[in-house]
């Protein structure tokens, strides 16, 4: 693992900025990052890319089964999201 440090400043309203030469060698630590911080220790922040998990096969089982579901003529799925979308 390639350590490397670096000193910042806490601004006013608790932001600070990744120095340059960390998030060249981090592609996740690039601007618009989700990240989750937390603390392990008194003196210790530690932030890490937000790693969601996906259960992939229950989303595309969802599609699916949506795709099965025949109207009764009121209205297709494909116009009822358009008109949902619209509506906002």
Same mark, same amino acid.
């Given at each position: 693992m390639n350590k $490397? #440090?670096?000193t910042i400043v806490i601004r006013d309203r608790g932001q %600070? $900025? *990744?120095p340059d030469k960390i998030r /060249? *060698?981090?592609s996740? #630590? /690039?601007p618009a990052s989700v990240v989750t911080i937390s603390t392990t220790r008194d003196d210790e922040i %530690? *932030? @890490?890319p937000y790693? /969601?998990?996906v259960d992939w096969d229950k *989303? =595309? /089982?969802n599609i699916k089964k949506s795709r099965a579901i025949h109207g009764k003529g009121e209205i297709s799925g494909? &116009? =009822? %999201? #358009? @008109? &949902?979308?619209k509506s906002h």
């Open positions: $490397t #440090a670096g %600070l $900025t *990744i /060249s *060698i981090r996740w #630590a /690039s %530690l *932030i @890490k790693q /969601s998990t *989303i =595309f /089982s494909a &116009d =009822f %999201l #358009a @008109k &949902d979308r």
